[in-house]
T-cell receptor
Framework: NAGVTQTPKFQVLKTGQSMTLQCAQD?????MYWYRQDPGMGLRLIYY???????DKGEVPNGYNVSRLNKREFSLRLESAAPSQTSVYFC???????????????FGPGTRLTVL | DQQVKQNSPSLSVQEGRISILNCDYT??????FLWYKKYPAEGPTFLIS?????DKNEDGRFTVFLNKSAKHLSLHIVPSQPGDSAVYFC????????FGTGTSLTVIP
């Protein structure tokens, strides 16, 4: 079991470029999440997908789009990267029982993105 | 507006002593709390959780205490070990997960 995998591990973009961060989980979890981690800010939720076919905005969705491609995969797209999007991005997944959020999340290793 | 706060960015403790990490939250509707541990270049991993119907939950060397009236929770690690050196995040659940800013724990051998 690989758990949650993310690609790429590192990426450098120029302002205005676009890219997609990929995330996949092999735990058959229903719910998946994208976070960003910035110094002094903790982890902030960008988007989440409660189940296949649904996506919802989190705390900081502006400048991002997501696609829940299937149950395993949840991608995050930056259409026009900005320096403010320099961050470490984490994908996570969790099982869904009763209330969606009463479950621990399993995190991927992160993608370190720098936007120049 | 930070809904979950960890006011101590760092903490150093001698090996074998107790580590106490603190977390405050603002929303009295939060009813489930978690602690995560994060090593450099890795994603956070779940450590321990507590529901608001309890005031204490214990798992080996790790104990989480919840004081609902004070909107405060703490993580106790006894005894602390060098391998516990990591960043610890508390999180609480409202309509989504809210994470604190993290406390970097260093356990000195």
């Amino acid at each position: 079991n690989a758990g949650v995998t993310q690609t790429p591990k590192f990426q450098v973009l120029k302002t205005g470029q676009s890219m997609t961060l990929q995330c996949a989980q092999d735990m058959n979890h229903n719910s998946m999440y994208w976070y960003r981690q910035d110094p002094g800010m903790g982890l902030r939720l960008i988007y989440y997908s409660a189940s296949e076919g649904t996506t919802d905005k989190g705390e900081v969705p502006n400048g991002y789009n997501v696609s829940r491609l299937n149950k395993r995969e949840f991608s995050l797209r930056l259409e026009s990267a900005a320096p403010s999007q320099t961050s470490v991005y984490f994908c996570a997944s969790s099982e869904r029982r009763q209330r969606i959020l009463y479950n621990e999340q399993f995190f991927g290793p992160g993608t370190r993105l720098t936007v120049l | 507006d930070q809904q979950v706060k960890q006011n101590s960015p760092s903490l150093s403790v001698q090996e074998g002593r107790i580590s106490i990490l603190n977390c405050d939250y603002t929303n009295s509707m939060f009813d489930y709390f978690l602690w995560y541990k994060k090593y450099p270049a890795e994603g956070p991993t779940f450590l321990i959780s507590i529901s608001s119907i309890k005031d204490k939950n214990e798992d080996g060397r790790f104990t989480v205490f919840l004081n609902k009236s004070a909107k405060h929770l703490s993580l106790h690690i006894v005894p602390s070990q060098p391998g516990d050196s990591a960043v610890y995040f508390c999180a609480s659940i409202g309509n989504q997960f809210y994470f604190g800013t993290g406390t970097s724990l260093t356990v000195i051998p």
